[in-house]
């Protein structure tokens, strides 16, 4: 699936709108496993923006992790700080 891709400004503004979240998703020493996935999912589908926080992996591990997730996804990786992502996909508008 593709990525998500923003713009500067979009981008700007999901930063702002996430300052005040909680992480929604752990992501412990076993990475990013397909459980993991759907409960992400699961959040983006429901909330649309979201926070996850990384449990002990270094930053390329970090960096990779987003890149897996927003691939697998078709999210939009935000921003990435310390060992919190910023998730993005919008809500399908219905019909």
Known sequence: MPTLLLTNAERKDLKARAHSLDPVVIIGNAGV????????DRGLTSHELIK???AGADRQLREQAAEDIAEALSCAVVQIIGSILVLFRPVPEEA
């Open 33 to 40: 496993t397909q459980p993991v996935l759907q409960e992400i």
């Open 52 to 54: 996850v926080r990384i």
